[in-house]
């Protein structure tokens, strides 16, 4: 896969995670943020339960992608980037297009799915 189409994914990923985190960050938006004048316990309790929200927050679906797309931004950087998990051949682009964190090729994806519904 070329550079321009690799920048283009990596685009799309970092696009989903903004969503996802602009998602949790409008559930804990505090209708009184504009606010000059806040209590110093509160803002150090939220900055300490940061990851507990992020993680209650996003629902388990979610927090799933979020993780999905967070790994395929690592495989960008190390230069495994849309390999099959299970038979480590070339995930298409056309797929990639459309799931840019897939993880799996669709002929694994098939098998891995009809192992789990015991078809």
Known sequence: MNKTKLASFRTKLEE????IA???QGKYKSPKEHLTEQVADIADDAVQSYDRQV???LGEK???KLRLVEEAIEKLDR???GICLECEELISEERLTVIPFASHCVNCLEIIEKRN???
């Open 22 to 24: 602009g998602e949790v």
């Open 62 to 64: 979610e927090f799933g």
């Open 16 to 19: 989903i995670r903004f969503a």
């Open 55 to 57: 993680i209650v927050g």
């Open 117 to 119: 519904t015991g078809v």
């Open 79 to 81: 230069g495994q980037y």
